[in-house]
Structures are given as structure tokens and as C-alpha cells.
């Protein structure tokens, strides 16, 4: 005998893009996404007995977030999740849970001659601000924000020793070496019990993502790094202590490694330690390092 354990279903990658037309200034602000939402509730059937009276074809699912982007603030993120989410639970009373997942993608506004053009914007990076919202009749709403694709690399100011050395060791320690790490940083909001109580005090969405993009930039930058471990770990510390109603941050970074090349073979060239300049970027394997901190 078999059982449907679990199911889902909806529509992924569905591409939305909206602009806001200041009429006023003459100002344009555009906004680009990429959105997931996935159903759950009374939907067994479905699978099991070919019922598709309780479908809501993902066909439609499409649609209604287009409609809910043209109805509801598409900014932040994390409100338009949220309405998305509510609206399939007010609306099918056999959907429980809607889980949404928005992927905004960079268009940062275009300076001309120190002036920023009115319409006019280029993509600085693949870095995305991601939501992840999962609205459901019985735990209210719960958010998750995250900064994903963020890449850095610093150049020194990162030392890596004292670790255990064994007869599986052969990495030498280092007091300078290169740092370089692709972040993703997810940030856990305490549950709101409705859309609306998302939307009052929606300033905290963007405040926490400035925040915790600062933070992880500085502490990257700043931080006279002992290991990628401690220097995720004060990033975590410091969103916590910024965002009050965040309740654990989390990190999973890469540890995208640059080996030094030997190059004494030819004419006794030196390029290890400190006389270290040309450097071979690895694809993989890489290290990866993943944490979260919640409040004690
Ligand atoms: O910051 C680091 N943490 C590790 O756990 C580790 N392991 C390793 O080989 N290099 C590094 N670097």
C-alpha cells in the first residue's frame, strides 16, 4: 500500500516585471522578479483518485500573481509575498498553506555626468534580494529574507592556522591569505500573524536588508579574519543586534580557494609567501561553511 506522504504544486519561475511612473518628477523606478508559489492543503485527491475539481491550474496561479503585482505594492519584497500568499488562503478554503518564493534581480539607476538618468538603469551584479514566505491558515506568516550571489574577494587581512593537523593534513597554515566567498546570508523574521500586520512597520524589511548588506560588506572588508567560521559568525551577531524582530541569522558561504603557484623552475622566480603575486583561481573543489545564530 502507498500513501501520498506530501504535496505541492504551483507555478515556478514566472518572470514579473512593474514599473512606478512618478508623474510629478518625471522619475521612473522599475522593479524585476522572479516568483514561486506552491499550494498545499485539502489537494490529495488530485494525485490519488485523478479529482481535479480541487486544482487551482497553475495556469491560474500565474495569472494571479500578475494581477496581485498590478493590485499590491510589488516593494518590498517581503509585503508582496505576503499579499500573494493571503490571498490564495482568503480566496480557496481548501489551500492552507501558500508557499512564495520572489527573487528581485538588480536594475540599479544609471548616473550621467554625476546625475541620476530618470529612466534609465544597468545590472551591477548578479546579487539578489530573496523572500521566501510561507502564509498558512494555521502558523500565520512566516518570512525568511535572504541576500544571495553577493560576490567578494579580499586580497589579505585573512589567516587560517591552528587547525588539526593529522596524518590526513597537508594544508600548510597562513597568516595572508586571499579570501573570496559568494554570499548568502538569510535573515528569519518572528511570525506575523496577517498581511496586514506585515505592512505595519513595513520600513523594517528594507532597513534589515541595508543592514544586513552593510554588515556583511564591513565585516568582510574590516575584519581581521581567523577563519571564514568567526567572521560569519560576527556578521550574524551584528544583524541580530540591528534587527529586532529578526530572530536567528544565518550564513552559507564558499570558500572560493587561490592557490599560489611555484614558479622558482623558471629563472628561480619568487611567488610563494610573501613574495606570493600570480594566483590560481580554483573552481572546486571549494570549502563551504554554513551557520545560524539565533538569540540566546
Ligand atoms: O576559513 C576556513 N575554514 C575552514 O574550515 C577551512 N578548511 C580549510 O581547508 N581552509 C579553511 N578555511
Same mark, same amino acid.
Given at each position: 500500500?502507498?500513501?501520498?506522504?506530501?504535496?505541492?504544486?504551483?507555478?515556478?519561475?514566472?518572470?514579473?516585471?512593474?514599473?512606478h511612473? @512618478?508623474?510629478?518628477?518625471?522619475?521612473?523606478s522599475?522593479?524585476e522578479?522572479?516568483?514561486?508559489?506552491?499550494?498545499?492543503?485539502?489537494?490529495?485527491?488530485?494525485?490519488?483518485? #485523478?479529482?481535479?475539481?480541487?486544482? &487551482?491550474?497553475? +495556469?491560474?496561479?500565474?495569472?494571479?500573481?500578475?494581477?496581485?503585482?498590478?493590485?499590491?505594492?510589488?516593494?518590498?519584497?517581503?509585503?508582496?509575498?505576503?499579499?500573494?500568499?493571503?490571498?490564495?488562503l482568503d480566496?480557496?478554503?481548501h489551500?492552507?498553506?501558500?508557499?512564495?518564493? &520572489?527573487?528581485?534581480?538588480?536594475? !540599479?539607476?544609471?548616473?550621467?555626468? /554625476?546625475?541620476?538618468?530618470?529612466?534609465?538603469?544597468?545590472? @551591477? /551584479?548578479?546579487?539578489?534580494?530573496?523572500?521566501?514566505?510561507? &502564509? *498558512?491558515?494555521?502558523?500565520?506568516?512566516?518570512?525568511? *529574507?535572504?541576500?544571495?550571489?553577493?560576490?567578494v574577494?579580499?586580497?589579505?587581512?585573512?589567516?587560517?592556522?591552528?587547525?588539526?593537523? +593529522?596524518?590526513?593534513t !597537508?594544508? /600548510?597554515?597562513?597568516?595572508?591569505?586571499?579570501?573570496?566567498? @559568494?554570499?548568502?546570508?538569510?535573515? !528569519?523574521? $518572528?511570525?506575523?500573524?496577517? #498581511?496586514?500586520?506585515?505592512e505595519?512597520?513595513?520600513?523594517?524589511?528594507?532597513?534589515?536588508?541595508?543592514?544586513?548588506?552593510?554588515? !556583511?560588506?564591513?565585516?568582510?572588508?574590516? +575584519?581581521?579574519?581567523?577563519?571564514?567560521?568567526?567572521t560569519?559568525?560576527?556578521?550574524c551577531?551584528?544583524?541580530?543586534? $540591528?534587527?529586532?524582530?529578526?530572530?536567528?541569522v544565518?550564513?552559507?558561504?564558499?570558500?572560493?580557494?587561490?592557490?599560489?603557484? +611555484?614558479l622558482?623552475?623558471?629563472?628561480?622566480?619568487?611567488?610563494? /609567501?610573501? @613574495?606570493?603575486?600570480?594566483?590560481?583561481?580554483?573552481?572546486?573543489?571549494?570549502?563551504?561553511?554554513?551557520?545560524?545564530v539565533?538569540?540566546?
Open positions: 500500500m502507498a500513501r501520498l506522504a506530501a504535496a505541492r504544486y504551483g507555478k515556478d519561475n514566472v518572470r514579473v516585471y512593474k514599473v511612473k @512618478d508623474e510629478a518628477t518625471g522619475t521612473q522599475v522593479t522578479m522572479t516568483v514561486c508559489c506552491l499550494l498545499e492543503g485539502q489537494i490529495e485527491t488530485s494525485y490519488t483518485e #485523478a479529482d481535479n475539481s480541487v486544482v &487551482v491550474a497553475t +495556469d491560474s496561479i500565474k495569472n494571479t500573481i500578475y494581477i496581485k503585482a498590478k493590485e499590491h505594492p510589488v516593494n518590498p519584497p517581503e509585503l508582496y509575498a505576503a499579499h500573494l500568499g493571503q490571498h490564495f480566496k480557496y478554503p489551500i492552507n498553506v501558500a508557499n512564495i518564493k &520572489v527573487i528581485v534581480h538588480r536594475w !540599479t539607476r544609471i548616473n550621467i555626468d /554625476g546625475k541620476p538618468h530618470p529612466h534609465s538603469f544597468y545590472r @551591477d /551584479g548578479n546579487e539578489t534580494r530573496n523572500v521566501e514566505a510561507r &502564509v *498558512s491558515r494555521e502558523a500565520g506568516i512566516e518570512l525568511k *529574507s535572504a541576500i544571495q550571489g553577493l560576490q574577494l579580499k586580497s589579505t587581512g585573512s589567516a587560517f592556522y591552528g587547525f588539526v593537523r +593529522d596524518e590526513y !597537508t594544508l /600548510g597554515e597562513t597568516w595572508d591569505r586571499i579570501l573570496s566567498t @559568494d554570499v548568502d546570508a538569510t535573515w !528569519t523574521w $518572528k511570525t506575523f500573524p496577517t #498581511a496586514a500586520a506585515v505595519q512597520g513595513v520600513e523594517r524589511f528594507d532597513q534589515a536588508f541595508e543592514a544586513a548588506r552593510t554588515i !556583511t560588506l564591513k565585516t568582510f572588508a574590516e +575584519d581581521e579574519s581567523a577563519s571564514v567560521q568567526n560569519m559568525y560576527k556578521m551577531e551584528e544583524i541580530l543586534e $540591528k534587527a529586532a524582530e529578526v530572530e536567528s544565518g550564513y552559507s558561504l564558499p570558500n572560493k580557494h587561490y592557490f599560489e603557484i +611555484d622558482s623552475w623558471h629563472k628561480g622566480y619568487k611567488n610563494t /609567501g610573501k @613574495d606570493a603575486e600570480v594566483y590560481a583561481p580554483q573552481s572546486g573543489p571549494n570549502g563551504l561553511i554554513k551557520c545560524e539565533a538569540r540566546s
